[in-house]
């Protein structure tokens, strides 16, 4: 409601996550113009024993994130952790990875926490070191004032960290990531809608309503946007709000950051960064960072 009523309507990306909504981001993650999974899963593979190698074998590994992917299970062989700890805010995706992972590696400890990691987390106490990883470029989804208090908080959880970044690139591929001929993050932006109607009885009509994507260069993020396609009234609950024609809800900020963008935002919340691995395209990043003392 108090997104709703701003100026610049705006809701926060995190509530796209439903079932339904966790499914079609899976999707999106198979598309031709979406490299940034692919990018990622190939940078992993090229230099796990690097990567693995910084990491420590035998630590506990802290995941943002649900973590039922290829990139995952690289790092579990690679780094062989003694326990596993998937957060998410999502409890049904957080059981299936659960459930996936422990079929996969029987031998491994899987203490799945369910919680919004961009609040304060209540996390077991680490019995061996602990490695956070947070892949899959999420940071991009928070303000850099809110990748900053994400970062400062996860300095408290783990003495060192992998963290998946996009870098900044040609808008042209940008562009073409974020408005996928398949229509499926069309989809995926207006499921929000969708889940507000199911979740808190709105009337909100998604024929009324289209998809917006672009590249903001100025601050180097994709904005996200759900455009009224009329003048029209929209009722949630008790509440009533008033869309104009051309009106947005500004539903995500996906930024982008070069090396040096994303070591200055680290180092400003304790972290230093000892290195940083890419695919060969130089798509994609995967920073190594220590807990600066
Ligand atoms: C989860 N996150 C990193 C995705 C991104 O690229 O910002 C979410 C997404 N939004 C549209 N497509 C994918």
Same mark, same amino acid.
């Given at each position: 409601?108090?997104?709703?009523?701003?100026?610049?309507?705006?809701?926060?990306? &995190?509530?796209?996550?439903?079932?339904?909504?966790?499914?079609?981001?899976?999707?999106? *993650?198979?598309?031709?113009?979406?490299?940034?999974?692919?990018?990622?899963?190939?940078?992993?593979?090229?230099?796990?024993?690097?990567?693995?190698?910084?990491?420590?074998?035998? *630590? %506990?590994?802290?995941?943002?994130?649900?973590?039922?992917?290829? &990139?995952?299970?690289?790092?579990?062989?690679?780094?062989?952790? &003694?326990?596993?700890?998937?957060?998410?805010?999502?409890?049904?995706?957080? %059981?299936?990875?659960?459930?996936?992972?422990?079929?996969?590696?029987?031998?491994?400890?899987?203490?799945?926490?369910?919680?919004?990691?961009?609040?304060?987390?209540?996390?077991?106490?680490?019995?061996?070191?602990?490695?956070?990883?947070?892949?899959?470029?999420?940071?991009? #989804?928070?303000?850099? %004032?809110?990748?900053?208090?994400?970062?400062?908080?996860?300095?408290?959880?783990?003495?060192?960290?992998?963290?998946?970044?996009?870098?900044?690139?040609?808008?042209?591929?940008?562009?073409?990531?974020?408005?996928?001929?398949?229509?499926?993050?069309?989809?995926?932006?207006? #499921?929000?809608?969708?889940?507000?109607?199911?979740?808190?009885?709105?009337?909100?009509?998604?024929?009324?309503?289209?998809?917006?994507?672009?590249?903001?260069?100025?601050?180097?993020?994709?904005?996200?946007?759900?455009?009224?396609?009329? &003048?029209?009234?929209?009722?949630?609950?008790?509440?009533?709000?008033?869309? %104009?024609?051309?009106?947005?809800?500004?539903?995500?900020?996906?930024?982008?950051?070069?090396?040096?963008?994303?070591?200055? @935002?680290?180092?400003?919340?304790?972290?230093?960064?000892?290195?940083?691995?890419?695919?060969?395209?130089? @798509?994609?990043?995967?920073?190594?960072?220590?807990?600066?003392?």
């Amino acid at each position: 409601m108090a997104g709703l009523s701003l100026p610049q309507k705006a809701l926060p990306p &995190k509530y796209f996550y439903d079932a339904k909504g966790s499914k079609l981001f899976e999707k999106i *993650c198979r598309l031709p113009e979406y490299y940034l999974t692919r990018a990622e899963l190939s940078l992993t593979r090229r230099h796990i024993a690097s990567i693995g190698k910084f990491a420590g074998r035998g *630590c %506990e590994l802290l995941e943002y994130g649900s973590g039922e992917s290829l &990139k995952t299970r690289l790092l579990i062989r690679a780094l062989r952790p &003694k326990a596993y700890l998937p957060v998410d805010i999502s409890a049904s995706a957080l %059981e299936r990875a659960a459930a996936q992972l422990s079929r996969a590696f029987p031998w491994l400890r899987i203490t799945p926490v369910a919680a919004d990691f961009s609040r304060p987390l209540d996390l077991p106490a680490p019995r061996h070191p602990r490695v956070a990883y947070f892949p899959g470029s999420t940071i991009g #989804n928070l303000t850099p %004032e809110e990748a900053h208090g994400f970062l400062a908080r996860a300095r408290a959880h783990a003495g060192r960290m992998l963290i998946g970044v996009d870098l900044r690139k040609d808008a042209n591929l940008l562009h073409a990531a974020y408005n996928d001929s398949r229509g499926v993050t069309a989809a995926f932006n207006l #499921n929000l809608l969708d889940r507000i109607n199911r979740e808190l009885g709105a009337d909100f009509e998604l024929r009324r309503f289209a998809h917006y994507a672009f590249y903001n260069a100025a601050l180097g993020r994709i904005e996200m946007h759900l455009v009224s396609l009329e &003048k029209q009234k929209v009722r949630i609950g008790r509440h009533r709000f008033a869309f %104009e024609r051309g009106e947005s809800i500004h539903t995500e900020n996906s930024y982008k950051y070069s090396i040096e963008g994303f070591r200055a @935002l680290a180092a400003n919340a304790g972290f230093r960064w000892q290195r940083s691995w890419s695919d060969r395209e130089g @798509l994609f990043a995967l920073h190594g960072l220590t807990a600066a003392v």
